[in-house]
């Protein structure tokens, strides 16, 4: 496929604030750099914000006269190398992957693919490859848009999230009838599956690996659970409104959003405390290493916070 020039597709990139008067609306997904130094946040209006990680500087805006409402998931991720930023938008292009040092850009998901909107997607960590989740629908692409493989999910239930295992050899999905799948990944075989309680309706059910061995998965506004990573079936289940999900990769602490509270898990699944903040909004929770979290806040922006206090210690403005 050949790279997809913003000029091409109504994709206005610029670098400086949003137009004068637009409103702003609330943070759903952020995205971190440590490589690069950067910070990506995306809105539910469809615009995605750089920002530099040690000033809080904005550096681009992309989408910045995108719908206000929109059919893919507001979702910015960074590759694991920080070279690529890949995010969601509207239009002939539902996911682009933006080359950072050559400022190219690459169509990952036309809209001819797009029966239903795009729902998660995931960066490996060890090559510049994704998992997308469109409907019920998992495509593997790279970041020049070839798509490897497509693999649908005989469910009448809609995928919510996806994950790869710290190997790349399966991937983890998550649909909204709480049933949990892990699948090897050049085979495309079922390795295991198990069914969370999500009660009489759909619910947005998120999943990570946090090591090799250990795998956590929240129901939105019931629980946070750890599953045995051979099985899936929950080995321990706490009570939690939880929305995303965070964790520390050299240390035993995980993180989930809580509204309007960050709680602290074991990775045992332990509940150990919380911290309360003023945003009771659906906000995204990332690791920023050295014992740090962003997180969104009220007024449009995202915050970094001291993972221990909650204290603010940067905020990222539009």
Not at 18 to 33: I, K, M, R
Not at 110 to 131: E, H, M
Not at 187 to 214: F, Q
Request: charged share 20%.
């Amino acid at each position: 496929m050949k790279p997809f020039m913003f000029a091409a597709a109504a994709l206005v990139l610029v670098s400086a604030h949003l137009a004068a008067g637009e409103p702003q609306q609330e943070v759903l997904s952020v995205g971190f750099s440590k490589e690069k130094g950067l910070v990506a946040g995306a809105y539910r209006g469809g615009q995605v914000i750089v920002w530099d990680f040690e000033t809080g500087r904005v550096k681009n805006v992309y989408n910045a006269s995108g719908p206000k409402n929109t059919l893919n998931q507001p979702l910015a991720h960074f590759s694991a190398n920080g070279r690529r930023l890949a995010f969601t938008q509207e239009g002939d292009a539902g996911l682009i992957s933006y080359d950072l040092a050559a400022g190219a850009s690459s169509v990952l998901v036309p809209r001819r693919l797009l029966v239903k909107g795009i729902s998660a997607f995931t960066w490996s960590q060890l090559v510049d490859t994704l998992l997308v989740a469109v409907g019920r629908d998992i495509f593997m692409v790279d970041a020049q848009g070839r798509v490897k493989w497509q693999h649908r999910l005989e469910t009448r239930a809609l995928i919510t999230d996806v994950a790869w295992h710290p190997t790349d050899q399966y991937y983890t999905v998550a649909t909204d009838d709480g049933v949990i799948s892990t699948w090897e990944t050049i085979s495309g075989r079922v390795i295991s599956s198990s069914k969370l309680d999500v009660g009489s309706h759909s619910a947005a059910v998120k999943v990570g690996w946090t090591s090799e061995d250990t795998l956590i998965a929240t129901v939105q506004g019931a629980s946070f659970s750890v599953l045995d990573p051979e099985t899936l079936k929950p080995k321990k289940t706490t009570a939690c409104n939880c929305i995303s999900l965070a964790w520390n990769p050299g240390g035993k602490e995980i993180y989930a959003w809580a509204a309007p509270n960050i709680a602290f898990f074991s990775e045992g699944g332990q509940k150990i405390r919380e911290i309360r903040t003023p945003y009771d909004g659906q906000g995204p929770i990332v690791w920023a290493g050295d014992g740090r979290l962003l997180t969104a806040f009220s007024d449009s922006s995202v915050v970094l916070r001291d993972s221990r206090s909650g204290k603010i210690l940067r905020t990222y403005a539009p």
